[in-house]
């Protein structure tokens, strides 16, 4: 990687004021990196011209008005599932495949705001339905880390994202994260990943898979930059009835926080089938780090995991049929050519708009949502997910209760490609998201850290969640298991 692309914000904006490097120079580096790693497939649109304009004007406020912005000349990538006006946005499917909205989605609003330069749209599962970065019109993700034939997923469904910062075409990603979405590719490629608490950060203009569930993450190299993105995007947004309308704090990072009263759970539920030995070396690794600062470690119980993972693909299949429905022919997106009545137009256009996956979600979906089935299933699934969500606020707030909770990220390092889709889509969610998507039932914060390479050479990462509202512990606890492990840089 060409090392100024490597750069944490603050270098960058080090360098902007020793003029060793200017804005649209940084620019110009990160979309010619984006270009050399074409064959990542990390981009489904380039937006050269438009990062450049953003550049000028970052330029214009830093030497001539002498009034930056937090993230001026800093390059940025938004998956393709967040609206961006007049660009493209695509959820990577051909049922919209030429939708260009007509405003920004908010988190997008907010970086522009903030000073932050697009340099493009990041691939992505079809509509956000994977763990893979592997179900996209526009092809599969790479995993930048292994460059072989027999190639490794990048993770998903923000694979884009995460490979676009890893390989330093950006310097962070805006990902969505409803079941592991921005954890999973970021611990499979080597960046952080940050999910934070269910409305403390805008999901106006997040076009959704799961509206209960969904919440725009962050990826980033460094704590530090991760810090800093969030900090632009959270807070109340008058758009979004489901954000927390308190006002929002911005996170501080400690220089050296002292870790002697913090308490760090490790579920026992989170040691499951499947999971590999060098996984369980990393966790225990570590927990033995922590230990050693002091951290008070001990084992805690999270009961209903077991059944998590049934609870949440039943209630986002049922949200996804939900959702879905508003793709019929008429109003945006796909329409089938031919004219037919409208039952066989709202058919043709689903069957030509959607992939297998999302046709599947949509009738599997609709199948719990049936009158004979609801309490059945769908009832019985939000009783278990208060149960889940429950289990957090015992270990949190319970007696002998824990700040935070230590698990794994993933349950392997990136699979193979063609071991990855030799599975169906659900068993590739059910085995990915396993560690991840209990804190988005929950609505919790969790953030996944890169921790060291496995044999294959292949990035092992790990994971903390905490109650809600708890990022700046959250993000400061990260900080020092970064500082202490010293994760190696990708060298392309």
């Given at each position: 990687m060409n090392k100024l692309t490597s750069y944490s914000i603050k270098e960058i904006h080090k360098s902007f004021r020793d003029k060793l490097l200017t804005p649209t120079s940084f620019i110009d580096l990160c979309i010619q990196r984006a270009k050399q790693t074409k064959e990542?497939?990390?981009?489904?649109?380039?937006?050269?011209?438009?990062?450049?304009?953003?550049?000028?004007?970052?330029?214009k406020r830093i030497y001539i008005e002498k009034k930056s912005l937090p993230l001026d000349g800093i390059a940025i990538a938004i998956k393709d599932n967040f609206c961006t006006k007049n660009i493209n946005t695509t959820c990577a499917s051909n049922m919209l495949k030429n939708f260009v909205p007509t405003y920004n989605a908010t988190v997008?609003?907010?970086?522009l705001s903030s000073g932050a330069c697009l340099i493009g749209k990041s691939n992505l599962d079809e509509f956000a339905m994977g763990s893979g970065t592997v179900d996209s019109i526009f092809g599969p993700t790479r995993n930048p880390w292994c460059s072989s034939e027999d190639w490794r997923i990048s993770g998903g469904s923000s694979g884009g994202s995460a490979v676009a910062v890893a390989t330093g075409a950006c310097v962070a990603g805006i990902g969505s994260d409803t079941g592991g979405s921005t954890r999973n590719p970021a611990a499979l490629c080597g960046v952080v990943g940050l999910k934070p608490t269910y409305g403390l950060v805008s999901r106006y203009g997040l076009i959704p898979l799961v509206n209960s569930m969904d919440v725009p993450g962050i990826l980033a190299r460094s704590i530090d930059d991760l810090t800093m993105i969030f900090n632009s995007v959270a807070g109340p947004d008058i758009l979004d009835s489901t954000t927390l309308k308190k006002k929002f704090k911005p996170v501080k990072i400690e220089d050296n926080i002292d870790l002697s009263e913090i308490k760090?759970?490790?579920?026992?539920?989170?040691?499951?089938?499947?999971?590999?030995?060098?996984?369980?070396?990393?966790?225990?690794?570590?927990?033995?780090?922590?230990?050693?600062?002091?951290?008070?470690?001990r084992s805690v119980s999270l009961p209903h995991t077991s059944?998590?993972?049934?609870?949440?693909?039943?209630?986002?299949?049922?949200?996804?049929?939900?959702?879905?429905?508003?793709?019929?022919?008429?109003?945006?997106?796909?329409?089938?050519?031919?004219?037919?009545?409208?039952?066989?137009?709202?058919?043709?256009?689903?069957?030509?708009?959607?992939n297998n996956v999302v046709r599947s979600r949509i009738f599997a979906g609709n199948y719990f949502l049936l009158a004979r089935n609801y309490e059945k299933y769908f009832l019985k699934a939000l009783k278990l997910?208060?149960?889940?969500a429950d289990d957090f606020n015992q270990v949190f707030k319970g007696e002998n209760s824990v700040d935070l909770l230590l698990t794994p990220t993933t349950l392997s390092e990136a699979p193979l490609y063609k071991d990855f889709t030799s599975t169906h889509n659900r068993d590739q969610c059910a085995l990915q998201d396993y560690c991840t998507q209990p804190a988005n039932m929950a609505g919790i914060p969790a953030i996944s850290i890169p921790i060291r390479l496995s044999k294959n050479n292949m990035p092992l990462s790990i994971q903390l969640m905490g109650p809600f509202l708890s990022e700046q512990l959250l993000l400061n606890i990260a900080k020092k298991i970064e500082s202490l492990v010293d994760f190696p840089s990708l060298k392309m």
């Amino acid at each position: 990687m060409n090392k100024l692309t490597s750069y944490s914000i603050k270098e960058i904006h080090k360098s902007f004021r020793d003029k060793l490097l200017t804005p649209t120079s940084f620019i110009d580096l990160c979309i010619q990196r984006a270009k050399q790693t074409k064959e990542l497939n990390a981009f489904i649109i380039l937006t050269d011209e438009i990062a450049e304009n953003h550049a000028i004007e970052s330029e214009k406020r830093i030497y001539i008005e002498k009034k930056s912005l937090p993230l001026d000349g800093i390059a940025i990538a938004i998956k393709d599932n967040f609206c961006t006006k007049n660009i493209n946005t695509t959820c990577a499917s051909n049922m919209l495949k030429n939708f260009v909205p007509t405003y920004n989605a908010t988190v997008y609003s907010r970086l522009l705001s903030s000073g932050a330069c697009l340099i493009g749209k990041s691939n992505l599962d079809e509509f956000a339905m994977g763990s893979g970065t592997v179900d996209s019109i526009f092809g599969p993700t790479r995993n930048p880390w292994c460059s072989s034939e027999d190639w490794r997923i990048s993770g998903g469904s923000s694979g884009g994202s995460a490979v676009a910062v890893a390989t330093g075409a950006c310097v962070a990603g805006i990902g969505s994260d409803t079941g592991g979405s921005t954890r999973n590719p970021a611990a499979l490629c080597g960046v952080v990943g940050l999910k934070p608490t269910y409305g403390l950060v805008s999901r106006y203009g997040l076009i959704p898979l799961v509206n209960s569930m969904d919440v725009p993450g962050i990826l980033a190299r460094s704590i530090d930059d991760l810090t800093m993105i969030f900090n632009s995007v959270a807070g109340p947004d008058i758009l979004d009835s489901t954000t927390l309308k308190k006002k929002f704090k911005p996170v501080k990072i400690e220089d050296n926080i002292d870790l002697s009263e913090i308490k760090i759970g490790i579920p026992s539920e989170y040691y499951c089938e499947g999971m590999s030995e060098e996984v369980l070396d990393v966790w225990r690794y570590v927990t033995d780090l922590l230990e050693k600062e002091k951290c008070q470690v001990r084992s805690v119980s999270l009961p209903h995991t077991s059944v998590s993972i049934a609870v949440y693909s039943i209630l986002n299949q049922c949200e996804v049929a939900s959702n879905m429905a508003r793709y019929d022919g008429l109003e945006y997106g796909l329409r089938a050519a031919e004219d037919y009545s409208t039952e066989e137009l709202y058919a043709s256009t689903r069957s030509e708009g959607f992939n297998n996956v999302v046709r599947s979600r949509i009738f599997a979906g609709n199948y719990f949502l049936l009158a004979r089935n609801y309490e059945k299933y769908f009832l019985k699934a939000l009783k278990l997910r208060r149960l889940i969500a429950d289990d957090f606020n015992q270990v949190f707030k319970g007696e002998n209760s824990v700040d935070l909770l230590l698990t794994p990220t993933t349950l392997s390092e990136a699979p193979l490609y063609k071991d990855f889709t030799s599975t169906h889509n659900r068993d590739q969610c059910a085995l990915q998201d396993y560690c991840t998507q209990p804190a988005n039932m929950a609505g919790i914060p969790a953030i996944s850290i890169p921790i060291r390479l496995s044999k294959n050479n292949m990035p092992l990462s790990i994971q903390l969640m905490g109650p809600f509202l708890s990022e700046q512990l959250l993000l400061n606890i990260a900080k020092k298991i970064e500082s202490l492990v010293d994760f190696p840089s990708l060298k392309m």
